[in-house]
């Protein structure tokens, strides 16, 4: 049997991508190799948000020099957000040659086509589209975990933060009808799944056109609080998560579903950015800090111990100390349970690249270092509150270092570590909280 390996970069909706390459390649006859450079078909599936998301595929690919002298029916693939810029074609057909097909996110259906053509014919192709159309149904996935999954609701995204790159290279907003969704999430129940991640750019301004089905709860419009409410009630569905919400398009119909819904686990992900709204005004943001923080407040009043994270920007053009220390201040306030730091990366073709006045690259990491001491002391102290608790965690497999170990989370996303049986794998189980660490926390059955 021929082989296929997928590297994946980026986020959750590439590697949900890559899950439908998975499928698509294995309804070819192709079968999962888990060493890339063994492979026959090597498929690069690449993210752009930052500059080192770009350099490292540029350092994977490296790796495969001339990959048909080692494997002469060997096939090359390199879809993804970096393929929608023609600065990377470019460098692909002027250095790498030897790649035998390259497309795009909005093509990423086409696949199987543009595959067997590359296979057959023996010559590159190059199929990119500028813009997406409707989203395309039906394509199979080969999900990486049977227990949870990644449910897409909506592609692209209309927001144009001035920093971001996203929606040059994913177009603009498609939402999936809403009985579309709720097919694919009682497909996934029925199959066993009790864990769902809805996925989109922003999924608090989905707004799926109801496609009339027969006993279809939806009709014309649904906004995300409805569709998280039909979810709610499919059997079987024990956990439903979602990312990522834009703090601007958040209702408060959705903060509300916190309190009411019995299966949405009382966590969210909300990228702030930034502390100061001088610069949230420029990232292009449409909230201020005041309006960040009625909305965590709104949340914790709906549901007291929800858990919150967030992305945050440090180095964005024209930073100052004083705004800097205004995302200090709101982290202080937050009080985040974790958070994702980057440091302000130019990307080609955004209106931040314009903006003079650039921050120094040693400024930009003392703010990062001081910015993640900060976050960590918080998490930290967050942490140790969970010493003795006993929580229900969906066990997803053995851990990396030990095989008579178990991993899994917790509703709020925290890793715990705990002896047992692999048996356990995607059941949830009670875990006493024994050592409460900063990134994970050590437990014992009960
Ligand atoms: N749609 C999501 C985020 C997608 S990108 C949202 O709006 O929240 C994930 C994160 O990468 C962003 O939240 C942002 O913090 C970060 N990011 C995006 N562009 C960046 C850039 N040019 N430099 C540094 N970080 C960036
Ligand atoms: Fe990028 Fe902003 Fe869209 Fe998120 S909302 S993908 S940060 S442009
Ligand atoms: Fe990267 Fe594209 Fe996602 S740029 S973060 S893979 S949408």
């Not at 909300?270 to 965590?296: E, F, T, W």
């Not at 302000?344 to 400024?363: C, I, L």
Request: net charge negative; aromatic share 8%.
């Amino acid at each position: 049997m021929k082989t296929y390996h997928i590297v994946t970069f980026g986020c959750q909706m590439n590697e949900r991508d890559s899950e439908t390459l998975a499928g698509m390649l294995e309804d070819m006859g192709y079968g999962y190799c888990p060493q890339f450079k063994e492979a026959d078909v090597c498929v690069l599936n690449t993210c752009s948000v930052r500059e080192n998301a770009d350099k490292r595929f540029y350092g994977v690919l490296g790796q495969l020099k001339n990959p048909h002298e080692q494997n002469p029916g060997r096939i090359v693939c390199v879809c993804g957000c970096m393929m929608q810029q023609q600065i990377h074609i470019d460098k692909l057909k002027a250095k790498y040659p030897w790649v035998d097909l390259v497309f795009g996110t909005h093509n990423l259906h086409d696949f199987p086509r543009l595959f067997r053509n590359a296979a057959d014919q023996h010559e590159k192709i190059v199929e990119v589209w500028k813009d997406g159309e409707p989203i395309a149904e039906g394509l199979p996935a080969k999900r990486e975990y049977p227990f949870k999954a990644y449910v897409s609701i909506m592609q692209g995204c209309n927001n144009f933060c001035t920093y971001c790159i996203v929606p040059y290279t994913r177009g603009r907003e498609r939402s999936r009808a809403p009985e579309k969704v709720l097919e694919e999430v009682r497909c996934l129940a029925a199959a066993g799944t009790k864990e769902i991640m809805l996925l989109g750019q922003n999924v608090n301004s989905y707004a799926g056109i109801s496609d009339g089905s027969e006993g279809s709860p939806f009709s014309g419009k649904t906004g995300f609080a409805q569709l998280l409410k039909e979810i709610d009630k499919v059997e079987g569905i024990e956990r439903i998560r979602f990312m990522t919400s834009h703090p601007k398009d958040i209702s408060d119909d959705i903060i509300e579903c916190f309190g009411s819904l019995q299966h949405l686990c009382r966590q969210i992900h909300l990228p702030v950015q930034a502390g100061s709204d001088r610069v949230l005004k420029r990232m292009n943001r449409h909230y201020d800090s005041a309006h960040y923080l009625s909305i965590v407040e709104k949340l914790r009043k709906a549901c007291p111990d929800i858990a919150i994270s967030t992305d945050i920007i440090v180095g964005f053009p024209g930073e100052t100390e004083e705004d800097f220390m205004s995302t200090l201040d709101l982290v202080r306030k937050v009080r985040y349970d974790s958070a994702f730091t980057f440091i302000y990366s130019v990307r080609h073709g955004t209106p931040a690249e314009k903006y003079e006045d650039q921050v120094p690259e040693e400024v930009k990491h003392e703010r990062f270092n001081r910015l993640v001491e900060e976050i960590h002391r918080i998490q930290e102290e967050k942490s140790a509150a969970f010493q003795d608790a006993v929580l229900p965690v969906l066990v997803e497999g053995p851990s990396k270092t030990d095989d008579k170990i178990l991993t899994g989370r917790t509703e709020s996303n925290k890793t715990v570590d705990f002896p047992g049986d692999q048996s356990l794998i995607g059941k949830i189980v009670p875990v006493r909280i024994v050592k409460a660490q900063t990134f994970s926390l050590y437990g014992k059955l009960i």
